[in-house]
T-cell receptor
């Protein structure tokens, strides 16, 4: 079955601390993985996708097929990073469907 | 981003009533989606559409009906609202090809309360 697991509901860190939001997935084929972010009172928006292999707002995520993980990392958290983060998976076969994890709320304290 | 809009933004209704949530996008995206967002569940797909007049069920379709007579509109109807349908509903759209293929663009959401 296709599934995305985000084990942490809440991750609380201090400004300047490293951040790692965990995401594990279950998929039998070759998935495409995404991280979406929802800042307070804003729309859900794409943060990054694994095929782009880019860093957005200091965040990076590497797809580890062996561990079926796509953890989101940032070396130094900022207060403006506080938001709800969703890991999502899209499989092959068309229709662009996304399967979302339950989300992790990141709280960065001053 | 005004490309995808939802109405109403807030709705309170009673059990058993029919409710329609509207979604409109101006990008001519082929794909459109309806999700519900609940604590502990993240976003769950209700229905999706690959083009006008083509719709299909997602993960949690029971109690919902959709239609897509025009590419730009994708209304979601709760035929007989239940308290378990109290949620925040998000509409999204995406392109069928190109560099941003598979990236979904979300509306602002509709907060629905069923009493």
């Amino acid at each position: 079955a296709q599934r995305v697991t985000q084990p942490e509901k809440l991750l609380s860190v201090f400004k300047g601390a490293p951040v790692e939001l965990k995401c594990n997935y279950s998929y039998s084929g070759s998935p495409e993985l995404f991280w979406y972010v929802q800042y307070s009172r804003q729309r859900l928006q794409l943060l990054l996708r694994h095929i782009s292999r880019e860093s957005i707002k200091g965040f990076t995520a590497d797809l580890n097929k062996g561990e079926t993980s796509f953890h989101l990392k940032k070396p130094f958290a900022q207060e403006e990073d506080s938001a709800m983060y969703y890991c999502a998976l899209s499989g092959t076969g068309g229709y662009n469907k996304l399967i979302f994890g339950a989300g992790t709320r990141l709280a960065v304290h001053p | 981003d005004a490309g995808i809009t939802q109405s109403p933004r807030y709705k309170i209704t009673e059990t058993g009533r029919q409710v329609t949530l509207m979604c409109h996008q101006t990008w001519s995206h082929s794909y459109m989606f309806w999700y519900r967002q609940d604590l502990g569940h993240g976003l769950r797909l209700i229905y999706y559409s690959a083009a006008a007049d083509i719709t299909d069920k997602g993960e949690v379709p029971d109690g919902y009906v959709v239609s897509r007579s025009k590419t730009e509109n994708f209304p979601l109807t709760l035929e007989s609202a239940t308290r378990s349908q109290t949620s925040v509903y998000f509409c999204a759209s995406s392109e069928s090809m190109g560099a941003r293929y598979n990236e979904q663009f979300f509306g602002p959401g509709t907060r629905l309360t069923v009493l």
